[in-house]
């Protein structure tokens, strides 16, 4: 079974920075496409970044451009978060997921598995 948890979120303040992984089990894991969504309260699930997504390079949503970089180790397994420059909007619980190669990375109705999420609390 697809396993994926996800760890590292937490409370900071505006213009702080945490570090989110994805630990991931149950599948060939650099086969796949690996995505971080979040979903803020009363707000839509969105893509925030994605490797091996559509796109040729890891995908970003724009309001995480420059700021927000997603890595990964393949041989750990694990997807990384490294988010920095942290402002209160990007608050929300954020979900790592796993997809098919070229899956779309915005669309979070596409056929993605889910990890639980981790509560990323950034105060202004």
């Known amino acids: 079974d697809v396993q994926l948890q996800a760890s590292g979120g937490g409370l900071v303040q505006a213009g702080g920075s945490l570090r989110l992984s994805c630990e991931a089990s149950?599948?060939?894991?650099?086969?796949?496409?690996i995505a971080w969504f979040r979903q803020a309260p009363g707000k839509e699930r969105e893509g925030v970044s994605c490797?091996?997504?559509?796109?040729?390079?890891?995908y970003y949503v724009d309001s995480v451009k420059g700021r927000f970089t997603m890595s990964s180790d393949n041989a750990k397994n694990t997807a990384y978060l490294q988010m920095n420059s942290l402002k209160p909007e990007d608050t929300a619980v954020y979900y790592c997921?796993?997809?098919?190669?070229?899956?779309?990375?915005?669309?979070?109705?596409?056929?993605?598995?889910w990890g639980q999420g981790t509560l990323v609390t950034v105060s202004s």
């Open positions: 997921a796993q997809g098919r190669v070229g899956i779309i990375p915005s669309d979070p109705r596409g056929p993605w598995s």
């Open positions: 149950g599948f060939t894991f650099d086969r796949y496409a």
């Open positions: 490797i091996r997504c559509s796109d040729s390079s890891i």
